[in-house]
């Protein structure tokens, strides 16, 4: 029993330092991370796309390779108001893997916004992979 546990230890730490030393290499040989463009080594938002008019609720379609398929995504509008939050999911986790969801957001104060699409740092919490797209909203 002691060895089992050991064993699941050991393993659950190798795949830590593994995720570790794999985003410190992503985060040092990629362009900055912030970015108006609906792609990057980690992820891929096919829709909507940048300027589109979007009604709530709207669909987030796109494809990721996020350690443990597990990634955000945010909506706003241009005074900084948080219109809606939520996870997403694919599939696989270390290869792209297409992700779909409806996404609800509340009314927005402004006419423009953008949805951001980044995954939280295992090192430091910070937000990494981030995607940001300029949307109109129809609301």
Known sequence: M???VGGVFCLFLLVAIW??????????????TVRNLAK???????APKAGDKIKSPVQ????????????????K???????????LRTEEGQ????FSAKIKYKKPSRPEG?????DISAKDGSEIYKISI??????
């Not at 990057?40 to 096919?46: G, H, K, L, P």
């Open 95 to 98: 290869t792209m893997s297409p």
């Open 134 to 139: 300029p949307v109109i909203f129809q609301d």
């Open 77 to 87: 509008d241009n005074s900084g108001l948080i219109l809606a939050e939520t996870q």
């Open 60 to 75: 987030l379609t796109g494809q990721a390779a996020i350690f443990e398929a597990q990634f955000n995504a945010r909506i």
């Open 2 to 4: 002691t060895a089992l």
């Open 114 to 118: 953008v949805i951001e699409v980044f």
């Open 19 to 32: 995720q570790f030393q794999s985003e410190e290499e992503i985060m040092s040989n990629s362009e900055p």
């Open 40 to 46: 990057n080594a980690s992820i891929e938002v096919t």
